[in-house]
Each structure stands twice: as structure tokens, then as C-alpha cells.
């Protein structure tokens, strides 16, 4: 009985490798769109695909990012400013993007640009700091999409976004679990509305990683910079041990990110040059072992896992 689970269990992941391994021709005949390339995975993408030979169009939010690219990479890539966030520099973009593809549309698009701080509790930030993370990374990536959806299904291509562990168990911390969890709905109900046209959506759900995003000062600054600022009765609410417990937890975390970023880029090249493309990817070893266990648990159980280490608030004293 054992015997014959085992071997079923052997014969589907060797199918699987099997079917992951086909590539999709003619790569170098393909246009693939990429947001957040200044720095990160976004940058390390545009370089990887454009090493494989397919047509890169980078977006940069500056063009000192655009010019350290393209120093980087071949005559193919190509580059554009885009701020995700304005409407005006999307509609631009996806012109600019439709007079590069013409009839054969775009191959790919990768959601890629994203904020993270401040790693503060939501009860400390602005309402312009949630503004800030939801329209770069939730609503951005929705206009992007959105404005690019018809140059992606005249080439039956993939979109490609990129979520968080944080969008599938939320962490004390802020807004950016709220914006990931957004991601991944979106990315859902556009699979499952895109998949009549021939076009093909996949996640990429990253542990932690080191990159700009995840500077260890900058975020540690704009943590003590958000404690500053908030409100006294806050303040006194919460108390300087809990605030440093958190600070601490914070700096921790950050300095343990992995800094191997090809293990993120390896999964958004997969996602857009295999003929059978995962739904999901999820890269890193505590995405793996860490936050997937945790999202399984009992709701009750990983809200004391998640919660026990930080002390209690001088107000619940």
C-alpha cells in the first residue's frame, strides 16, 4: 500500500519537473515589462532576462536607476520613467511600452515595485503613511495591470506579481501586510477572469530579503523617526520598553534577511519563460519553514507564536 503512495507521489513530481522544464520559443522575439527596476529584484531581473535574449522594458522611478541599467545591460533593454502611483506616468508608460510591441503584444509584465516602511504599528503611523504603501504597492499594481491587460492578452502572455509572505499570515507591524493580502486577492480573481484569453497569472511570494526596500538603518531610522512623532497619549499608552522590545525584534529580523536575491528572480524568470509556469512561488527559507507552517495553524495559536515575545502595554498593566 506504502509502496504504491510512494511511487505515485515519485511519478507526479517527476511529470512536474518534467512539464517545468519546457521553455516557450523564441524568447528573443518576446517584450517583457518590469516595474521597480532602479534597484532590488527588479534590477537583477532586467539583467537576467536580458542575458537570456528576451526584449527587456524597464521601468524606472529615476533615471539615475535607468542609467545604471542600461550601463549594465545590452542594446535590447530598454527603459522608461514611471511613478506607479500617478496616472498620467502610467498612461505614458503603456503608449510608450504599445509603440515598442506593435501587433505582438506584450509577452510579460512584472509587478514588481513596492515600499515597506515604516515597520511601525498601525496605531503609531499617518493615514498618509497607509496612503502611501496601499498606492505603490496595491493600488499601483493595479493600474499597471489594468492599463496594460490588452497588450498582454494579444500576446496570450503572463502577468507576474509580487506578493508577500506578509500577504498570507499578518505580522504586528503596519500597513504592508494589508497591501500584500490586497495583491493576493487581486491576483486571484485576474487569473481566474484572464484564463479564457490564454494569459497566465503567477505570485511570487518572497521571505525576507535584503535590498533598499529592506535597508536595516533607513528602516530603523524611520521606525524611531514614526515613535518620535506619534501622539503622547499614544505614546504613553504603549510605553519605551514595548517600543524597544519592537525596535529590537525589527532590527533582528532585518538582519537575518537573506541576500540572495536570485532566489526570488530565478522564480519571476520561471513564472515568464516556462511553458508551464506556476501559480504560486514562494522563495526563501523562511517563507518555506517559517511563515507557510505559521499560515496553517490554528488562528489562535499563531496569534500567540506571533504576539508572545513582546511585553504588554503600559496601559494593559
Known sequence: MWLYFVVLVGLYYLLRWYRERQVVSHLQDKYVFITGCDSGFGNLLARQLDMRGLRVLAACLT???????????SERLETVILDVTNTESIAAATQWVKERVGDRGLWGL??????????????WQKFDDCMNILNVNLLGLVQVTLSMLPLVRRAKGRI???SSMLGRIATPGGFYSMSKFGVEGFSDTLRREVKGFGVKVSIITPGSFKTEMTNLQLSLDRLEQTWKEIPMHI???????FFDCHYKTVKKGLSNCSSDLNLVTDCMEHAVTSAHPRTRYVAGWDAKFIFIPLS????????????????KPVEAT
Not at 235 to 241: A, D, I, L, M, R
Open 235 to 241: 505614546k504613553e499608552s504603549y510605553g519605551k520598553q
Open 63 to 73: 533615471e539615475k536607476g535607468a542609467e545604471q541599467l542600461r550601463n549594465k545591460t
Open 110 to 123: 512584472v509587478n514588481n515595485a513596492g515600499v515597506y516602511q515604516p515597520m511601525a504599528y498601525l496605531e
Open 160 to 162: 507576474v506579481n509580487v
Open 296 to 311: 496553517y495553524l490554528p488562528t489562535s495559536l499563531a496569534d500567540y507564536i506571533l504576539t508572545s515575545y513582546m511585553p
